[in-house]
């Protein structure tokens, strides 16, 4: 008899498959008569298999091999988007992509990103993620974030502020709890932030949470109206007095006072505006408020009805709001301590020919991630094919994320 064990793996029994969750929102499936053909196998309990009549070693090495085939067909649950996972042996580096993994930019904040997706769908976001999203997701083994994180911060050499800024809902990804740990016990991290819109959390979780004195919590709320947050959320199962409950619940719980950051979006929640600054003014303890500017991007949504609202217009709002409920509402670069630090060598540059091989498929249908010299690089419009090598121009090198175009 052998039984394996998995802790980011979860099995259930789906008509002909062994359903496989990975870290809760991605799954696979691979066919039963695959799995008997290793051993008679059963579901001993979630995250472990069992097989009789062959060793341990063997039902090891034979279910890895079945793991690897099934792995590429991986999708994410929510959308049924293909999702890829970046794991320590996958050949996927952590530094080049813009969407999961890594980013430096020189500065004392280092963002780092385990997974994409979203369960809401603003009207507003930034990078068009949520539940009409048609783009491939990635999820990233903690510990080989952690580890080249590790590298990263040793070569900064000084105090940083991780940011958990990812294309999505961050608490998409099981394993946060775990990774907050980590990042609390480096000892030259001095503060961990995190983006939320705060659907996944409660005051159990905002409790245990509060265990960790550098989390930083950055909420979302760009409403105070039930129906205008649904519409801004994109989604009817979105709940405004849920999240109000957990802001009001961090504010008071957490060691770092978190910040709510509305994005005033035109013709959708202006008039909302004020109406969250008197609610934050009615909390026991109040959370920094730092409202934002809706802005387009090339990669974002447009909300029908809005135009952006110029710096002029925006700001003075902000002073008219600052004077009227006597708050800060204007956050700066210097609220945040952001400081240069040491760049980071580039293996290579705009303009360079790199030999690469593609890896995996990457952020937008069409486009595939190649690597190369210890990066990831996105070449778009170029088929996916495993393994392939090809020779790639780059024409994006800033803060080490690389785009290049497939010459051969
Ligand atoms: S919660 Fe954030 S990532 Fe999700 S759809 Fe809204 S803006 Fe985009």
Redesign the pocket.
């Known amino acids: 008899m052998a039984e394996l064990t998995f802790q980011t793996l979860a099995f259930r029994e789906k008509d002909s498959f062994l359903a496989v969750d990975l870290l809760q929102a991605f799954s696979t499936k691979i066919p039963i008569k695959e799995l008997e053909s290793i051993a008679p196998c059963k579901i001993k309990d979630k995250h472990t298999l069992a097989f009789s009549g062959i060793s341990q070693e063997k039902a090891e090495t034979k279910f890895s091999f079945l793991l690897a085939k099934y792995l590429p067909q991986l999708k994410t649950k929510l959308t049924g988007n293909k999702a890829t996972y970046v794991h320590k042996n996958s050949g996927i580096h952590l530094i080049g992509n813009v969407a999961f993994g890594i980013v430096y930019r020189e500065s004392s904040i280092i963002e780092i990103k385990p997974v994409t997706s979203?369960?809401?769908?603003?009207v507003?976001?930034?990078?068009?993620?949520?539940?009409s999203s048609k783009k491939n997701d990635f999820v990233v083994e903690k510990d080989y974030l952690i580890e080249e994180l590790q590298k990263l911060i040793g070569f900064v050499g000084e105090p940083i502020e991780v940011h958990i800024g990812?294309?999505?809902?961050p608490f998409m990804y099981a394993q946060m709890e775990e990774l907050f740990a980590d990042l609390e016990g480096m000892e030259n991290v001095h503060t961990v932030s995190i983006?939320?819109?705060g659907?996944f959390l409660n005051k159990e979780k905002i409790d245990c949470f509060s265990r960790f004195k550098k989390l930083q919590l950055n909420l979302?709320l760009d409403a105070i109206d039930k129906e205008i947050a649904k519409k801004v959320?994109?989604t009817k199962s979105y709940s405004i007095e849920h999240v109000k409950e957990v802001i009001a619940h961090a504010a008071e719980k957490m060691p770092k006072t978190p910040i709510v950051a509305p994005?005033l979006t035109q013709g959708w929640n202006e008039n909302e505006m004020e109406k969250i600054i008197i609610w934050i003014k009615t909390l026991k303890k109040q959370p920094i408020l730092g409202i934002q500017n809706f802005l387009r991007y090339k990669t974002g949504?447009m909300p029908a009805k809005t135009e952006e609202i110029s710096w002029d217009d925006f700001y003075q709002r902000i002073e008219t709001w600052e004077k009227k409920h006597n708050i800060k509402l204007k956050l700066s670069k210097e609220d945040f301590h952001i400081k240069e630090t040491r760049p980071l060598p580039k293996p290579f540059q705009v303009g360079d020919v790199v030999k690469a091989e593609l890896i995996c498929v990457d952020r937008f249908p069409g486009a595939s991630l190649a690597v190369a010299r210890g990066r990831t690089i996105s070449v778009p419009q170029c088929e996916f094919k495993e393994g392939k090598k090809i020779k790639v121009k780059i024409l994006r090198d800033k803060h080490n994320v690389f785009v290049g175009q497939k010459i051969s």
């Open positions: 979203c369960n809401l769908d603003c507003y976001c930034s990078i068009s993620e949520g539940l990812v294309q999505g809902e983006d939320t819109n659907t979302s959320a994109g994005v949504r």
